[in-house]
């Protein structure tokens, strides 16, 4: 994700429903444009996404006369997508500068760019002595869903700036394939050594004592650390459980929810049956036959051994770990 | 699958591979016809392997001058696919009539079809009393996967029978998608509500205190209980248990397998990558990145709340269980 020129410019989005048969970038001139990449997942990723909404905003600001209209286009931006918590903090963050001057907003959004960018390289430190055996992952929380070099990804790529090469098996992650198009891409674009798994063999895998640590990323945490996440996450995290395999949340501190208090709270997005019925476009199902079409899961914090952030690492219990953190420098 | 003609007929069996989007009869007259039908998952779930290569030696038979000659054919059979006991077993079956003679060996592999039809009806007889609440099951254990009503579908069809209608939600399952394409489609026909969801999603669902009970069938059953499934099966049975719901596995006598004491002596089939890479056909990974495809994986007895089989339902401790119905009556 890229701003090209000053206040009056525009941002550039590698749409990444495309990847990773094809590498196109959209510019987006209008906040209903970003609006829509989000809402259509072309740029995806917690982190990412605020990131872009808080670009959304400086776009918006051009066409709004007043601070209320600029309030209503951003609550229109937070409802591009329900779960991740990221899209209404950068919202609320540029809307607390209470003003319409494009200078100031493009100052504040690449503020908060460069943040999620100091957060991944923070996360990314933090998490390397955790870095034993192989990874698992799930989804894609790397540089493309960030504003760096991701969060999930972050302790790899660290590795990988160090000369180690860990190995990491990605789960496809239906039913959208993010980690079959996305993890596989940018790692292997990285030299790692990344091999692709159905999510239905995650827990197998994690019996066959092949794995040292399951890593993921977060969209919403609640104050007691439960974590809402790409669907499939829950099932791994029991699978970790099972087979005494550590389970890290690496998430920065934007994606923890201290409004809410346990994973209940969390409004989870059901999306389209199509993504189910027909993946990757093809059909698989008779028609007629419904889905049922989550996009999240909550991984319930006792089965979480600890939360990666730019703030450190959190272990159990986590309530007055979280609590801290977030009293803590700016969030 | 059925039959075609007397001593010196054929077998025609339904190209799974091709459903739902064709409905298409293979025709095979040489027993390799039926091997490769079974390794191409033309033909698949572990009891109607077992029929076919009944009906198979019957083919194999008018082309081997020897018993001998006739037993290294059924070798080559049992090896199509290593996982399911059925196929060993149904070969062996038909090996010990020591006979090429036609019209005994197709009396033996009616006998077998006929019995495993059976063997589905009582299973669904003894799993009705089980069956509360909305079925969650996984891959395709029902009509196609055997001779008769199925075996984890056996206590739904027999629910449909009696005019209730319990709802299922079926597992699409990765990466093969028997869930989506077969089992969303027999039900369907069937008259049964139906509902698909990505493997990934059944945690969740399960979490939400929607399902009444889990159903699954199974390849090979070790002396313990310990139970090879379609993959994705024990991340279900985990997720099951974590969550209170009763995970029940439905198999005939056939696919116990009482020369084996746990799970870990079970061969689990690897499969090509493409079935990972490139789901439907349609490459969703980059080129040059691998992928680990295991078939099945081992759900640990200790998950799994009964075994509904033709001789009743099984309770923990499961070992002397599996002993009195293996000891019983004819297998």
Chains 1, 2 share one sequence.
Not at 149 to 164: C, D, F, M, S
Not at 269 to 298: K, S, Y
Request: aromatic fraction near 6%.
């Amino acid at each position: 994700m890229k701003w090209a020129g000053g206040p009056s410019g525009r941002l550039r989005l590698l749409d990444q429903s495309l990847l990773p048969a094809r590498v196109r970038w959209l510019t987006c001139r209008h906040p209903r444009e970003v609006f829509s990449a989000i809402r259509m997942l072309r740029v995806r990723g917690a982190p990412a996404i605020g990131v872009a909404a808080g670009y959304a905003m400086v776009l918006a600001a051009r066409r709004c006369s007043t601070l209320a209209r600029l309030g209503r286009e951003g609550a229109v931006l937070a409802g591009a997508r329900p779960t991740a918590v990221n899209l209404s903090w950068a919202v609320k963050r540029m809307l607390a500068l209470r003003t319409l001057d494009a200078a100031a907003l493009l100052r504040e959004a690449r503020a908060i760019h460069a943040e999620d960018a100091d957060a991944c390289r923070r996360i990314g430190l933090a998490g390397l002595p955790l870095l034993r055996g192989a990874v698992l992952t799930h989804c894609n929380a790397g540089s493309l869903a960030t504003g760096g070099i991701g969060t999930a990804l972050a302790a790899v790529y660290e590795a990988l700036r160090r000369g180690r090469a860990p190995r990491v098996f990605s789960c496809e992650t239906r039913p959208l394939f993010q980690g079959a198009r996305l993890t596989a891409w940018e790692l292997s674009r990285a030299g790692a050594d990344v091999t692709l798994l159905v999510d239905a063999a995650a827990a197998g895998l994690l019996a066959s004592g092949t794995i040292g640590s399951v890593w993921v990323g977060a969209d919403r945490i609640a104050s007691n650390g439960d974590t809402a996440n790409k669907v499939g996450t829950y099932a791994h995290a029991l699978a970790a459980r099972a087979n005494g395999v550590p389970f890290y949340v690496a998430a920065p501190r934007s994606t923890f929810d201290p409004s809410i208090r346990t994973g209940r709270e969390i409004r989870i997005e059901q999306r389209g049956a199509e993504e189910v019925l027909a993946p990757l476009g093809r059909r698989a199902a008779p028609r007629g036959v419904p889905a049922w079409n989550p996009a999240f899961d909550i991984t319930p914090a006792r089965l979480i051994t600890a939360f990666v952030t730019e703030a450190g690492v959190l272990r159990p219990p986590f309530g007055p770990a979280i609590r801290r953190i977030l009293n803590t420098g700016s969030r």
